[in-house]
C-alpha cells in the first residue's frame, strides 16, 4: 500500500496529489511505500503513556499520603492509651499503624516496648501474689530483672512504669520488715531492718523506722549502763557508739556517752578523790534531802512493744548550783513489798542546771513477771558538782 509521506493517508498508485494535504506525491514509489506516522500520531502513544506514569504516580502518592496521615493519628492515638496505661489497646493502634505505613520506625519501637510494658505489668501482678505467700526475695528479684528490661527506652511512659515498679519494690520490702519484726528480732537483726526502713520513703515506714530506732536506742542505753555500772568504761563506749551508728541525734544516747566519758576520766585520774567525793556526796544526800535538793518528780513501770519491763522516770535540780553525773537507784517490789532486784541507772542530760529537770529510764530484759504486778521505788540519789 501507497501512502503520503506528508500526512500519512493511503493514496492510489495513480494519484500525484495528495487528497487530503494537497502536496506533490514522490514519483518514486519507494518513497511512497514507508508509513510515515505523522508528528502527533508519532507523539501520542509517549504522551499517554507519561499521562498514565504520572497518573499512577500521583495515585500512589496520593495514597501513600493518605496512609501516612492515618498512620500517624493512630500512633497519636496510641501514646495517648500508653500514658492511660492501657498498653493493650496502645499495642494494638501502633500495629495497625505499621499496617499503613510498614517503614513507620517509631510506632515500631511503640510497639516493641507495648510488648515490654505488658511483660512487667505481669510481673508486678506476679510479684504481688509472691508477696501475699510471703515470698519476698523472689518477689523482689523478679521485680529487678524486669526494670533491667527498660534500660533501652526512655521517655514519660517509662518513667511511669518505673514509678510503679519502686513503688511494689517498697510495698514489698516494707511488708517484709513487717513480718521480721512479728518474730521479735535479736539486736543485729534491727540494725538490718533499720536500713531496710530507712530507704523506704513513706509515711507507714518511718513510722516502723522510728519504732526500730527506739528499740535500738533501748538496749544499747540499757547494755551500756550495765557495763558503766561495772566500771567497764571501754566497752560501754564502744557500746554507745556503735548504736550512735543507728541514732545518731538521740538525746538519750549522747547524755549517756558524755556520762560514760567524765565517769572514765574521773575513775582513772582520781580514784581516791572520787571515793572521797563520793563519800562527801553521800554526806550532802542526807542533808540535801531533808531540804529536797534534789526532787523524785516520778518514776513508773511500764513496757515496751516487746513486753519488756522498762523504768521511767523524772528528777528536778532544786540547788542554786549545777548537778553532775546524778545516778538514781532503786529497786523493783512486788505489790506485798518483796525485793526483787536493786539497779542504778543515770539521768540524762548528763548536767542539771537549778530547776532544769532530767530524765532516766531502763529496759529490762530477763524480767518475765508483769509490770502491773510490780512496783518501783527510789531508794538513793547520787550526783557530783562542779
Not at 499521562?51 to 500521583?58: D, K, N, R, T, W
Not at 500508653?82 to 499496617?99: H, I, S
Not at 523504768?311 to 553525773?325: A, L
Request: aromatic share 8%; proline share 2%.
Amino acid at each position: 500500500m501507497l501512502y503520503c509521506p506528508y500526512c500519512g493517508t493511503q493514496t492510489k498508485e495513480d494519484e500525484h496529489y495528495c487528497i487530503k494535504c494537497g502536496k506533490y506525491l514522490p514519483e518514486d514509489r519507494y518513497n511512497r511505500i514507508n508509513n510515515k506516522t505523522p508528528w502527533i500520531k508519532r507523539w501520542k502513544l509517549p504522551l499517554i503513556s507519561s499521562a498514565v506514569v504520572l497518573l499512577s504516580f500521583l495515585s500512589t502518592y496520593i495514597i501513600l499520603e493518605i496512609n501516612t496521615a492515618k498512620a500517624k493519628d493512630l500512633y497519636i492515638e496510641g501514646e495517648e492509651k500508653v500514658l492511660k496505661q492501657d498498653y493493650q489497646t496502645a499495642k494494638a493502634l501502633f500495629q495497625e499503624a505499621l499496617d499503613h505505613k510498614n517503614n513507620f520506625y517509631q510506632a515500631q519501637n511503640s510497639l516493641d516496648f507495648m510488648d515490654t510494658a505488658l511483660s512487667i505489668q505481669a510481673v508486678i501482678k506476679e510479684a504481688t501474689t509472691l508477696m501475699e505467700k510471703k515470698q519476698f526475695q523472689q518477689a523482689l528479684t523478679m521485680l529487678n530483672k524486669s526494670e533491667q528490661k527498660l534500660k533501652d527506652f526512655n521517655g514519660e511512659a517509662v518513667n511511669h512504669i518505673i514509678e510503679l515498679i519502686t513503688k511494689k519494690r517498697d510495698t514489698i520490702k516494707l511488708n517484709q520488715i513487717k513480718y521480721e519484726l512479728e518474730k521479735e528480732p535479736n539486736i543485729d537483726k534491727l540494725k538490718l531492718l533499720l536500713w531496710e526502713a530507712v530507704s523506704i520513703e513513706t509515711g507507714e515506714a518511718t513510722t516502723i523506722t522510728n519504732n526500730i530506732r527506739n528499740q535500738i536506742i533501748s538496749f544499747v542505753f540499757t547494755k551500756a549502763s550495765e557495763q558503766l555500772n561495772n566500771k567497764q568504761f571501754n566497752d560501754a563506749q564502744l557500746i554507745v557508739k556503735d548504736g550512735l551508728k543507728y541514732a545518731p541525734e538521740s538525746e538519750k544516747l549522747l547524755s549517756l556517752q558524755t556520762t560514760i566519758d567524765k565517769e572514765k576520766v574521773a575513775f582513772e585520774t582520781a580514784q581516791q578523790n572520787r571515793i572521797e567525793q563520793a563519800m562527801s556526796t553521800a554526806s550532802q544526800e542526807q542533808q540535801t534531802n531533808k531540804s529536797n535538793a534534789i526532787t523524785l518528780k516520778s518514776i513508773d513501770l511500764t513496757s515496751d512493744d516487746q513486753g519488756n519491763l522498762v523504768v521511767k522516770g523524772q528528777v528536778q535540780n532544786k540547788v542554786t548550783i549545777p548537778i553532775n553525773s546524778i545516778v538514781v537507784k532503786y529497786a523493783i517490789l512486788t505489790k506485798k513489798g518483796k525485793e526483787i532486784l536493786t539497779n542504778e541507772v543515770y539521768i540524762y542530760p548528763d548536767e542539771l542546771y537549778p530547776n532544769e529537770e532530767g530524765k532516766f529510764e531502763f529496759t529490762h530484759y530477763d524480767l518475765d513477771e508483769k509490770y502491773i504486778n510490780l512496783k518501783a521505788e527510789v531508794k538513793a540519789i547520787t550526783w557530783y558538782t562542779e
